[in-house]
């Protein structure tokens, strides 16, 4: 599985599934020959002022000079949904709303003049986890449409989330269970090393 990227990463597949999301978009210039683009479109040009939907990564590929489209906030991080998540994000089913809600939502806050899209993923975000982690470390208990209910991020911590919590019980129960150093706990071992090229003894 790929770790979702909070930056464009050219090499990962889930930095490319989400620019592929088309989003709403109007034009600021007449565009000629570029009806294709709209196929509600008869004419084969676009005036100014045309709205359309376009995939991100071709309004994020713009030149900042020479601006032929203007992306719109999508209607799921507009005010109205904001009051919904409001009363209480836990319910709503974020999956269904958009695959990869925070993902698309981190690359629209460059579109979004009065900052809102981004205040409203950090609420909407620390509100959800704490039902989250309830989950995890109740798994089992409750039967979860993962799909519906969480996105793309939230689906891969509630799994790992319960991984990590029936590792953990199992280790309380004493079952066979081998405990791997961290990443950090690794590389910070290996600098720790003395003059001769020896690794130095833990103080």
């Known amino acids: 599985m790929n ?3 909070y930056i464009p990463n050219y090499y990962s597949l889930d930095d490319i599934t989400v620019t592929q999301e088309r989003v709403p978009c109007r034009t600021l210039q007449d565009l000629y020959m570029m009806g294709f683009l709209d196929p509600s479109e008869k004419s ?34 507009s005010e109205a949904y904001k009051e919904i998540y409001k009363a209480d994000a836990n319910y709503v089913e974020l999956g269904a ?32 986890l704490k039902g989250l982690k309830d989950l995890c470390q109740n798994v089992g208990t409750e039967s979860v449409n993962i799909t519906s209910k969480f996105e793309f ?40 090393r003395s003059p001769d090229g020896e690794p130095e003894e833990d103080q």
């Open 153 to 192: 991020i939230e689906r891969m911590l509630y799994n790992e989330g319960c991984k990590t919590n029936k590792l953990f019980d199992d280790w309380l129960q004493e079952k066979q269970v081998y405990i791997k150093s961290t990443e950090i706990a690794v590389n910070i071992r290996k600098r720790k």
């Open 44 to 77: 084969s040009n676009l005036p100014a002022n045309h709205e359309l939907e376009l995939p991100l990564w071709a309004v994020l590929q713009q030149e900042e000079t020479n601006l032929y489209f203007d992306a719109k906030i999508p209607d799921i991080y």
């Open 97 to 128: 709303l958009n695959k990869f809600y925070y993902e698309l939502g981190i690359y629209m806050t460059r579109f979004d003049r009065s900052n809102s899209v981004s205040e409203m993923l950090h609420s909407t975000a620390q509100e959800r």
């Open 3 to 5: 770790i979702p990227s």
